[in-house]
C-alpha cells in the first residue's frame, strides 16, 4: 500500500514538473517526450556522440586554455607545462587531442549516414550541418597551430599559403591573416583567439541544427513515413544514446591511457623552428583526404578550388531531384557506388601520408576525380534502378 502510495507521487512529480516548472516544459518536447521513430539505427547514434564530443572539447579547451601561453616563445613550452607539472594535465590535454580526432570520426560516419539515407533533403538541418563542418575544420586547424611545433608552424605556414593563390587579393589577404609577413606571435594570438571562440558559435549552430531537425523529425532507416509508429525520446533513445556514449567515451579513455600519440605526429614534440622545413610536411588524417585532392592538381589556384570544393559540394546535395525511395537501402546499384565513394575516401586518406611520388600521385589524381565523380553519378543510380525495377524490357 505504502509502496504504491510512494510511486504513484513519484508519477505525479514527475508528470507536474516535465508540464508545470518553466525551464522543465521547454526542455521536455526536446529530450523526454520527443516523439522519435521507433527503428533508428545505431547510424541514428552520432549526433548525439558529435554533441558529447563538443562539450569534451570546450571543458578540456577551457581548463587548458588557463595555463597556456599564446607567445611564440612560450607556447611549446606552456604546453610541456600543461604536460608535466598542472595537475591532470596530461589527461587533458591528451583527451582534448585525441578528442579531435573521435569528433571527426563521428562527422565523417554522420555524414556518411546522411548521404546514404538520403538525409541531405531535410535541407535546414543539412545545410547547417555543413557550415558545422567548415567551422570545425577552422577550429580544427587553428587548435594545431597551438602547441608551436615544428608541424604546426609548417602547417600553418603551408595552409595560410594558399590564400595568396586567388587572384588579386591574393597576396595582402595571406599579410591580413597573418598580421604580418610570415607566420609569427600575431598569428599565433589572433589563431588562438579564433580557437577559444568558435566552439561557443558551434554551440549556437548544434542549437539551430536541432531546432530545424525537430522541425521535420527525424528520417528513419526504412526511408518510409514513421509519424504513426513513434515512440517518445525517453526512455527509448536516452537508453540508446547513452550505450553509445558509454562505448565511444571507452574507447577514447582506451586511447587515452593506453596510446596517447596514436593520431599525432612525432614532428610535432620538435620546437617551431621558420628554419628547418620538416621533410614531410602533412595534417592530421582528418585532413588527409581533402590534402590529397589538393597536392593532386598541378595548378596552384586549381589546388585551392578542388581542396574548397571538396567540402563545399556538401551543400548542392538538397538541391538533386528527389528519387522515389528516400535511402539506397533498396538500391544495390546506389550502395554499390556509395560503397566506392567510402573505400576511395579512404585511399584518399591514405596517399594524403605518402610522399609526392610514384605511384602515389598517379593514385592520388585518380582517387581525387573518383572523389567528384561519385557527386555525379550518385543520383544517376537512383534513376537507373526505378528505371530498372519498373520497366522489365531495360536490357
Ligand atoms: C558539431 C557537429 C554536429 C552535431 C553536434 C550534430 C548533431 C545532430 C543530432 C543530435 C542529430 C539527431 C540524431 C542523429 O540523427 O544522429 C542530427 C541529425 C542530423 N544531422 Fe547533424 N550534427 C552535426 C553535424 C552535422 C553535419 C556536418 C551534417 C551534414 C553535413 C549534419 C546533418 C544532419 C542531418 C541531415 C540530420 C537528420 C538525419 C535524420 O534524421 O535522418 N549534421 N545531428
Redesign the pocket.
Known sequence: MELKFVLQMVSFLNYSLRFRNRFLKLLSPVLYDLPAPVNLTIF?????L??VC?VVQIVTGLLMAVHYTPEVGQAFDSVVHIMRDVNGGWFLRSLHANGASFFFGC?YL??GR?IF?H??F?VH??MV??T??IV?MAIAFTGYVLPWGQMSFWGATVITNLFSAIPYIGSSLVEWLWGGFCVGDATLKRFFVFHFLAPFI?LVL?GV??VF?HDTG??NPLGIDSDAEAVPFHSYYILKDLVGIVIMVGILFLVVFCEPDFFSDPTNYMPADPMKTPLHIQPEWYFLFAYTILRSIPNKLGGVLALAGSVAI?YLLPFYPKSLWRGSQYNPLAQFVFWVFIGNFIVLTFIGMCPVESPFDLIGMFTSVLYFLFYIVYPFTWFLWEYFVFDENIF
Not at 541514428?44 to 548525439?48: A, D, I, K, R, V
Open positions: 541514428w547514434n552520432f549526433g548525439s558529435l554533441g563538443l562527422i554522420h555524414i546522411g539515407y538525409s541531405f531535410m538541418t543539412w550541418g555543413c558545422l563542418l570545425l558551434l548544434v541544427h536541432i531537425l527525424s528520417g556538401l
